[in-house]
């Protein structure tokens, strides 16, 4: 049913001025024409026949430059007016299982929203839009976008089928790459790009062609590998010396068997913003992130924190934040996301600064998993006397399950930092103490008992001196081991010692340089 030639344009309605603005219309030399999805403000995704020599018989595409000169059109649902941006295609980084390519740009885009990337399958019945500036019915070179709604028919590995939802709308010449995307409550994500048609009813198309029948790309199953592309610069673009805190947690994938990416990053910046870098599910320890989402502007509330860390305390779903406040008043946030943080509880209210809220004394807070009922919702707190306690299933006990784990001890005043690990596979998670001299200390198999034992994963006078936020993560795997350690330097590097266990650390990678 499908011919072997791209499809190229969209036969169906005329988009509503800035509708679908991130659809771009590519221009290949002189004698292409091609449409494409924005990403990523420095990135679209389109279809690798449109770069490659002759894709009736090949769709391979080298990767680097573009051959032929090539221009992008983004943000101009009418290309005869002015606004958007007009730039040109730098860099080609094509797919070998399919007809796909991430199309880099020579300046950012401004003004426009990348599309969104679906953490949803595509399956068979669902309707989706699908935009592009190819030949109508009636135009050979039409001048403004084009969508029609399409079903999807079959789902492949690479590939889906689509049938028009109106007996008109087809897929034509012109409109090779362009998007297929869901609409869910008013956000759209990509589903697949456009690949191949049978252009029954486009403009030029004999008569006797009948098949409006459309092939497109999958790239449900890449969004992992389209961030990991189109977000590969921003680990270097975020300026690592303004930190105020970190915190590892899975806020944009479900915990457990469930989980599909590696853990994600909460950082709180000095300016009062927050971000999350969402985990990536490629295989590349150099790049455990894909991506920084902006969740709080400068001067919002979370220059007040002054101890975060995450957990599992909802018992499903995404992680969520425990917070300790300027004010003393502490938080449970049962989950956080992209779009911040969600069912908020106050476990301690907001009293006067004074020596009698001992919430004020907490210097230090992590969560693990240091009781027996399998979730990282426990929060050890270390106090400024330097004694130590526990805080066990906070989502059902609040703060009622209280424990003491050391008396107040003038060597654990000398404890800059700390956090729940897996390290040495006990029942309970382990505790991670980083020390002012630089040694790093692992008490393995804390539980409400105390302590049982200490091994050193770094003798003090080390490099590990210079760390100013360190946070445990499963930033090289997407299990449940949390026995990665993420450094910020404080020169503003950042290092990841993957793979920590008994034996101390194995070497570390240089995220940043």
Known sequence: MLTAAPAHAVVGDPAKDDTFTFTAKLDIGDERSCSAALVGEQWLVTAASCFADDPAKSL????GTPKVRTIATIGRTDLTRGGGSVTEVVELVPRT???????????????????GLSANAVLPGEDLWVAGYGRTRDDWVPDRLHHARFTVDTVKSTSIDLS????????????????????????????????????????????????????????DDLTGW???????????????????????????????????RRMDLFVIWKDGSASIFPGSD????????????????????????????AGNFAGSGTDGLFVRWKDAEVTEYGHLDLKGAHDERTLKKKLKLDPKNFWNNARLITVG????????????????????????????????????LSAAAKSWENAIQIS??????????????????????????????????????????????????????????NDERVNDILISWNNGNLGLYPDIDANGDHGGIELLK
């Open 282 to 309: 490629g295989t590349d320890p150099k790049a455990p992130f894909s991506g920084e989402h902006k969740v709080a502007k400068p001067g919002s509330d979370w220059q007040y924190a002054r101890a975060i860390a």
């Open 97 to 115: 299982d399919r007809d796909l390519v991430m199309a880099r740009l020579a300046a950012p885009v401004t003004g426009v929203a990348p599309v």
């Open 369 to 404: 998993q240091y009781s027996g009922n399998g979730l990282r919702d426990d929060v050890l707190v270390l106090w400024e006397d330097g004694s130590t306690s526990l805080y066990t299933d906070i989502h059902s006990k609040e703060l009622s399950g209280y424990s003491q």
């Open 164 to 219: 028009g939802k109106s007996p008109n709308a087809a897929v034509c010449q012109g409109d090779t790459g362009g998007p297929a995307f869901r609409e869910i409550g008013g956000r759209y994500e990509l589903a697949g790009v456009n690949s191949m048609s049978g252009q029954g009813g486009c403009f030029g198309t004999n008569e006797a062609v009948n098949s409006r029948a459309a092939a497109n790309t999958r790239v």
């Open 420 to 477: 729940a690990g897996e390290f040495n596979g006990k029942a309970t998670s382990d505790l991670l103490i980083q020390w002012k001299d630089g040694e790093t200390s692992v008490f393995p198999g804390v539980d409400a008992k105390g302590y049982h034992g200490r091994t050193k994963v770094r003798e003090a006078g080390t490099a590990w001196k210079n760390a100013h936020i360190l946070t445990t993560g499963a930033f090289t795997n």
């Open 60 to 63: 391979t595409v080298q990767a």
């Open 226 to 260: 389209i961030r990991s592309i189109a977000y590969r610069d921003a680990l270097k673009q975020a300026d690592w010396k303004n930190v105020a805190h970190l915190a590892s947690g899975r806020f944009t994938n479900a915990s457990g068997a469930a989980a599909k």
